[in-house]
């Protein structure tokens, strides 16, 4: 039961666009004792078919900026390889650690940001 409220609620927060995996990684690793790095790729894996229900459903509600897509989609894969090549080789205690500090850095950048 837990592993279905873990994806339920990373599903909703992933169609907002905020990123299930906040909620997702943390949880697998918490409650259902998965290392870092195991958590990080079923992460990924779920978040393909998220995504593509997420997309389609901004894009008929035209919520997309499709000029800024091309230059986003290339550096992300560049970003993604470079990612997953130093999330194995790094410590998974150090990785939990660098995971929770980006998580607190964007908490902290959500509560005190202006609004436009």
């Known amino acids: 039961m837990i592993k279905i409220l873990i994806g339920v609620a990373a599903g909703i927060i992933g169609g907002m ?18 290392t870092q790095q195991v958590a990080q790729s079923i992460n990924l894996l779920s978040f393909i078919p998220a995504a593509s229900l ?15 897509l091309l ?5 992300g894969i560049f970003g993604a ?7 194995v080789k790094i410590n998974p205690s150090l990785l939990k650690k660098i995971f929770g500090s980006l998580l607190f850095i964007m908490g902290l950048y959500e509560i005190f940001a202006k609004q436009k």
């Not at 943390?26 to 004792?33: G, Q, S, V």
């Not at 035209?62 to 000029?67: A, G, S």
């Not at 390889?81 to 999330?87: R, T």
């Open 71 to 75: 230059p986003l989609i290339i550096s």
């Open 54 to 68: 997420a997309v389609y459903i901004h894009n008929k509600n035209k919520n997309i900026e499709k000029d800024i």
């Open 81 to 87: 390889i470079f990612g997953s090549i130093a999330a």
């Open 17 to 34: 666009g905020i990123g299930g995996g906040t909620i997702l990684i943390p949880a697998l690793a918490f409650f259902l004792n998965i």
